[in-house]
C-alpha cells in the first residue's frame, strides 16, 4: 500500500434466508436483510500486486457491438420495451420503458447500462415490487430516492453481466439531489442499497423462469 493513500467505503447487501416455526407450528421461511461495510482500496494504489489483480478485464462484448447477455436479460423479463426519441425512460403510466435507438448512444455499455437502469424502475411498478417512495415532482426527495435505487440496481446488474458501468448524462443533475436526500437521513444509501438488491434479485428471478421454459 502506498503511503498517503485512502480507503473508500463500500457497502454489501445482502439477505439470509432460515426455516423457522410461526405461532401455528407451520414451518415458513423467513428472509433477513443485512448490510455489511467494508473499507477497500483500488489495485491502482497498491505496489507489488500479481498481475491478475491489475490487467484489463475482458468484456463479453459480441462482435456487432452489443451485449447480447444484456438484451437476453431484459427481453427475458418480458417488460415492453420501445425505440425512438432522444431520452430514456420508463413510464409507469403505460408500463413502458422508452429508449433511444442503438446507434445514437456512444458505445454499448452506455446503451445497455442505461437499459439496465430503466428496467429497474420497471421492477418497482405497483404489479410488481410496489416501491413507492411518494415522489410528487421531478427532484423531489422521493424522486431522488427512486433514481438512487435505479442506479445501484443497475450497477448489480451491470456486475452481473460483466459490462462496464459508464456515467449517465444526467447524472450531473442528480447528485445535488442525492446529497439532500443523504444528508437528511443517514441510512438512505443502505436503504437505497437494500431496494435495489431486491430489485435486483427480482429481475434475476425472471431468468430462471426463462431458463426452465427452454429446458
Known sequence: MRKGERSCVVVYA???ERNEVNND????ETRIP???TYNVFNADQIDGLPEHYTAAPVLNVPPAGRYVAADSFVANTGALLRHGGSKA???PAIDLIQMPAFEAFIDAESYATTLLHELVHWSGAKPRLNR??????????????????????AAFLAADLDIALEPREDHASYVAHWLKVLKEDKRAIFTAAAH?????????????????EAA
Open 132 to 153: 413507492n417512495f411518494e415522489a410528487k415532482r421531478w427532484g423531489d426527495a422521493g424522486y431522488a430516492a427512486e433514481e438512487l435505487v435505479a442506479e445501484i440496481g
Open 14 to 16: 445482502g439477505a439470509i
Open 34 to 36: 443485512f448490510l455489511k
Open 196 to 212: 435495489a438488491e431486491r430489485a435486483a434479485g427480482y429481475l434475476h428471478g425472471y431468468q430462471s423462469a426463462a431458463t426452465e
Open 89 to 91: 425512460f420508463y413510464s
Open 25 to 28: 407450528g407451520e414451518e415458513v
